[in-house]
């Protein structure tokens, strides 16, 4: 058997690793009612998600009727939080066939990385809760590094690379700001087409897109 081209492969986490929006809905949904707001319609609660959970808030305050001033977006976010950190896992899952391409990376040597823009106390919460935080290198979060370093910033990736003592990584997510990010960082990047995309597949900017987990090893093989 040939060596795998990489010995680092980062993965964004909500949308790519794990199914996560019947939970952040709800919890969304929970803050907008706390200010009379009403629910997100459900054919629009995917389009929430990317850049983390605050840019999903301010999101969701323009659809249901614009934004707040900066103390009650503040104010709301933390309800927010804590509404999500309470659930954080009632119906959060693996994608089908995720867990065995980590099983897969690892019988080759490959070890995986979380990069995120979730919040890292969250995100370690949600990995530790599925019994899946053991599996990965470091986990990296979009307030690890402080303001302005989250993705589509290379910041995270340079990082994960410097913790994992990675010299050939790989970056594998849903959206576009982690095909910008792994730009940005001079890696490449495996995209998904059954996440939480803020743009059709195709136009990720991805060396490759893929359908379903079985196809990431054979895709990273390719690059």
Do not use: W
């Amino acid at each position: 058997m040939s060596a795998f081209p990489f010995d680092t492969v980062g993965f964004d986490l909500d949308g790519t690793l794990v199914d996560s929006i019947r939970d952040l809905g709800p919890a969304v949904d929970h803050a907008l009612a706390t200010i009379g707001r009403p629910p997100v319609a459900p054919d629009r609660v995917r389009d929430l998600v990317g850049g983390g959970s605050r840019q999903m808030l301010e999101r969701a305050l323009d659809l249901t009727g614009g934004p707040l001033p900066t103390d009650g977006l503040e104010a709301l976010y933390a309800t927010l939080l804590d509404q999500y950190e309470a659930h954080i896992a009632d119906h959060t899952r693996p994608y089908e066939g995720c867990l065995d391409a980590l099983d897969a990376l690892a019988a080759r040597g490959v070890a995986p990385a979380v990069v995120t823009n979730k919040n890292e106390h969250l995100a370690r919460l949600l990995l530790q809760t599925l019994g899946l935080a053991g599996r990965f290198c470091t986990i990296i979060g979009g307030d690890t590094l402080g303001p302005g370093r989250a993705k589509p910033a290379p910041d995270m990736i340079v990082e994960a690379m410097a913790r994992c003592g990675s010299a050939r990584f790989a970056m594998v997510g849903d959206s576009t700001f982690d095909m910008r990010a792994a730009r940005a960082a001079g890696v490449p990047a495996v995209g998904l087409s059954f996440g939480y995309a803020d743009v059709p597949p195709e136009q990720l900017g991805a060396d490759v897109v893929i359908d379903r987990y079985d196809q990431l090893l054979p895709a990273l093989e390719r690059l």
